[in-house]
């Protein structure tokens, strides 16, 4: 009886209650289904199964059954079972005043997501098969909270080759993004004594919230054509960048400044928290390779699948200096916690070469989209200049001074998804403020960019 009992049907919870098993059973099932617990369409128990579970006799199930197919609450047909009718739903008390969503834009160009409609889907299932089919048992245990070592060891050739990371896979630590590796980060840095990291006038204000939710101060550093100057770096125990591709201006930090912070951060043992997270996007202009690769010593290299791929891959990695790698991997816990299918994956992408072709073949599409971006602005806003456009998923557009809220309000207007400049600044800045918007052409599909970039001309100046 326990084997049938185990194997019948499928799983349904309910707790009878009231005078009598049938009117019990009854009002329990019309409840689940009035309040939506069991959605319209669910295919219940079979009254042989739920008797079973239940403990009682199958004539009183089925009878409970009888009476709400009557009520219009199940339908029955022969061969598809007792299922929930289609019926109004009854929210929850309490439910009427929660907060309404959002209504999203018409066009998203908020920066930060590429385009999801292009993700690899057919060579992704591929090397999952492949990736499945090869993976010991072994490797559907807990593991190692570093990450799975095929991962590891095709990330370290991969940022060997292309961004010139000089990467051992025993100091390479997977993370659940690039928020869940900052957090890490955080809490090691603050375990250290770390009470201030210096971070960019103009970048992600999450990436400092997390940072500030460590218990460390962010200070901004001074920003000029040359990017962001090292110059004022004292005492503070880390500096958070994005030097290959600054965020969101898009240049590249120069390379006087790429020496001076390395050269600060051996003089004072401070670390560099290099962000590279649209590293292989580049259009005009040679690959700027990692600061890592100058001192594999003093940087942590960030890097990211969240561009190149998609966010919700969840997957981000740290190259860690040889005095971190301990204390980040028993920071995060004593498991990994990233998907190991996932993980598998993406290390069979990266060495069966399906990866540099996504890349390349991504990079083709958004540079057509950013050459239609500067040919529209040429043609239709001559007044407005885009910047920072020689790599990247973004370009910011200069605009007369006073004017970057009204452009924001008139892109609401246009329904478009636009952040203004100003949305990046650290409150703290000293750097005098631009007006100007920043432009993410890489979440609009194909399809959909030439009425994109026609609700924004028409709401520039």
Avoid at 79 to 105: K, Y
Avoid at 328 to 341: P, S
Avoid at 434 to 446: I, K, S
Wanted: proline residues 8%; glycine residues 12%; hydrophobic residues 40%.
């Amino acid at each position: 009886m326990a084997e049938q009992w185990a194997t019948l049907g499928v799983d349904l919870h309910l707790e009878p209650t009231g005078p009598g098993l049938r009117r019990g059973l009854t009002d329990a099932l019309r409840e689940a289904v009035r309040t939506g617990r069991l959605a319209p369409g669910t295919r219940l128990p079979s009254s042989r199964s739920l008797a079973a579970d239940l403990g009682i006799a199958r004539n009183t199930v089925a009878d409970a059954y009888a009476d709400l197919v009557a009520e219009g609450w199940l339908t029955a047909r022969q061969g598809s079972g007792t299922r929930v009718g289609d019926r109004t739903v009854v929210p929850p008390a309490g439910s009427a005043h929660r907060r309404r969503e959002p209504a999203r834009p018409a066009h998203d160009l908020r920066p930060g997501t590429p385009d999801l409609a292009s993700f690899p889907r057919a060579e992704w299932l591929k090397a999952t098969r492949r990736a499945l089919t090869t993976a010991p048992n072994d490797a559907l245990g807990y593991g190692d909270p570093r990450g799975r070592p095929e991962l590891r060891s095709a990330l370290a050739g991969y940022l060997a080759r292309a961004r010139g990371v000089r990467a051992d896979p025993q100091r390479i630590l997977v993370c659940g993004g690039f928020a869940h590796g900052l957090t890490v980060l955080g809490a090691v840095l603050r375990a250290r004594g770390v009470r201030t990291v210096a971070v960019e006038s103009y970048g992600l204000g999450v990436h400092r919230d997390l940072l500030t939710a460590a218990g460390l101060r962010t200070v901004p550093l001074p920003f000029d054509e040359r990017g962001t100057d090292p110059g004022p770096l004292k005492d503070e125990g880390a500096v958070l960048l994005t030097p290959a591709h600054q965020f969101p201006m898009g240049a590249p930090l120069h390379p006087d400044r790429r020496a001076a912070v390395v050269d600060w951060a051996r003089r004072t043992g401070g670390l560099v928290l290099e962000d590279d997270y649209d590293g292989e996007f580049r259009y005009d202009r040679q690959p700027v390779g990692a600061l890592q690769g100058l001192d594999p010593d003093h940087v942590v290299y960030l890097g990211t699948a969240s561009k190149s791929l998609a966010p919700g891959l969840r997957l981000a990695w740290a190259v860690l200096p040889p005095g971190l790698a301990d204390e980040l991997t028993a920071a995060r816990g004593g498991l990994d916690t990233c998907g190991v299918l996932d993980q598998l994956t993406l290390a069979e992408f990266l060495t069966s070469g399906a990866y540099d072709r996504h890349v390349r073949s991504a990079r083709l599409r958004y540079r057509r989209r950013r050459d239609a971006l500067v040919a529209a602005l040429a043609e239709r806003a001559p007044e407005v200049r885009a910047t920072g456009i020689a790599a990247g998923l973004h370009a910011v557009l200069r605009l007369p001074p006073g004017t970057e809220a009204s452009v924001v309000r008139s892109a609401a207007w246009q329904g478009l998804g636009l952040y203004g400049l100003s949305f990046f600044r650290h409150p703290e800045a000293v750097t005098e403020p631009l007006d100007a918007v920043v432009v993410g052409y890489g979440t609009p599909p194909d399809h959909a960019w030439a009425g994109a970039l026609d609700a924004l001309c028409r709401a520039l100046p």
